[in-house]
């Protein structure tokens, strides 16, 4: 069984609807497929109608935004239930933090690179959190970056001179949102230092000691010596392991099915979670 649990959607930055996400999944042979879109969950109902009819199945999830000691990391919650107030309230304020961040990054970059605001717009269409990679489209668009890679590489690094924070939680109040709202966390790509500053070891333990339930291990921007030090944390702490393409479309290089979790990993997901996986 080909089980990849970390996608985006055209919800928030990947580059294909979710109905068109979840049949390029099938298309790459995967059995089960996550999706897992920034700090939203709008693309839930039209990946599952999708995923009925191609048969499929979908573990739906976000992946949350939040904060460790300062530092910038992400959780993917999966099966929680989007009614609930815990998380979905925290989603909110996030989503709207990054459209105040958004603008502000676009009002300074206008100073020095021709970009508005309706050019943003106009990349993001139909997404619910407009963030960053928006802003890289919009550059690319304007040929001032020939790709995305290029616009983080500067003008939208988190340390570079145009950078605008968001909101964020505090990670261990993130991970208990996501068991208050049925939901089951686990910490992705958390040792992917290309992206910026990693936590130390002693965040893995409060995390856990939060209800934190896995660690995403198998990722392309973890090399085989940080594998080695996920896994062994995992086992220290008694986490699950997964693994995962983080799909964004034509938006990143990643390939759906790139890196995959085992299917006793996802049955125990299912355990813990509250809604139900759709499909076969």
Known sequence: MRIDLHTHSRASDGTQTPAELVTAA?????DVVALTDHDTTAGWDEAAATAREVGIALVRGTEVS???RGVSVHLLSYLQDPARPELADELERARESRVHRARHIVERLARDVPITWQDVLEQARDAVVVGRPHIADALVARGVVPDRDAAFAHLLASDGPYHVDHYAPEAPLAVAAIRASGGVPVFAHPAADARGRTVPDRVFDELAEAGLAGLEVFHRDHS??????????ADRLDLLVTGSSD???TGKVNVLGENLTAPHVLDEIVRQGTTEVVGP
Do not use: F, M, S, T
């Open 66 to 68: 939040a904060r460790a």
């Open 224 to 233: 085989p010596a940080q594998r080695e030090r996920l896994l062994a944390i």
């Open 247 to 249: 799909y964004h479309g």
């Open 26 to 30: 099938r298309d790459a042979g995967l």
